[in-house]
């Protein structure tokens, strides 16, 4: 054999192997979180159900105390807790995975249209459920994202709200 068939059959080999390895069931290969330190989350029940026409539902289990309310502006980065189940409890992600105890910041240009509408008005300190329908949730969002295997799925957020910051 010849070094130039050598290298083409070598390259063909690792290009077939990177290519069957890189299915949609293994998005998470690199890193599974530790869910275990999440807080036990909130039930809804004997709160009040807010729905939108669209389907959203959000209750809110504290209210908040801030003078500033969320207007879905471009620049506003909400500083939050966020844990985010299927409705059959199963966790996606969550800012207290992995032994975390430190809010994050989002960007509402980043994330689903149902949990930027469902988080609209909340003030400081406010913690609210929001139940995101399945047309409202992530959906075009790359393989390696949390929420690629939830596409078309009811997804729910415990959102506690930090503060709010400005770009």
């Not at 399945?134 to 506690?160: A, F, K, Q, S």
Request: charged share 20%; glycine share 8%; net charge negative.
């Amino acid at each position: 054999m010849t070094p130039h068939f050598r290298l083409l059959l070598l390259t063909g080999l690792l290009f077939t192997l990177i290519a069957t390895g890189c299915g949609d069931d293994d998005y998470r290969y690199f890193y599974e979180p530790d869910f275990s330190s999440v807080p036990e989350l909130p039930d809804t029940t004997g709160h009040e159900a807010h729905t939108a026409e669209n389907g959203l539902r959000w209750y809110v289990i504290r209210e908040g105390d801030g003078q500033f309310q969320l207007e879905e502006r471009s620049d506003e980065q909400p500083i939050v807790y966020l844990t985010s189940t299927t409705s059959d409890g199963h966790y996606i992600e969550s800012s207290y995975a992995d032994d975390r105890t430190d809010p994050i910041r989002i960007w509402f240009q980043e994330q689903p249209a149902g949990l930027v509408q469902g988080m609209r008005g909340m003030k400081a300190n406010e913690y609210r459920v929001i139940v995101v329908p399945p047309n409202l949730g992530p959906i075009n969002v790359p393989w390696n994202n949390p929420y690629y295997p939830y596409r078309g799925t009811e997804i729910i957020y415990y959102i506690d709200l930090v503060d709010v910051s400005s770009r």
